[in-house]
């Protein structure tokens, strides 16, 4: 230490697993504080869920949801 400086700690090295919207968030808030981010994805795309494809018919061009297919009364008996 020179005189009244404080050295900085190095920045926090962090994985994530997971590029979905979860993790991508995750990374862009730690990143804010200083920390040294690495997202791990298995696909190749980030997004998970939260994901669009063209859909082209009838002489043109749709973006098609590809997210959450599933909503059925055995899995969400709570929410139905």
Known sequence: MIGNQQQQPPPQRIAIVG?????????????????????YEADDR??????SVPFHGNGRTVAVDTGFVVL????????L
Not at 26 to 38: G, N
Not at 46 to 51: E, Q, S
């Open 19 to 39: 590029g979905g919207i979860s993790g991508i968030a995750c990374s862009w808030t730690l990143r804010k504080h200083d920390s040294d981010v690495d997202i």
């Open 46 to 51: 980030l997004g998970g869920h939260a994901n």
């Open 72 to 79: 059925d009364e055995e899995t969400y008996r709570e929410s």
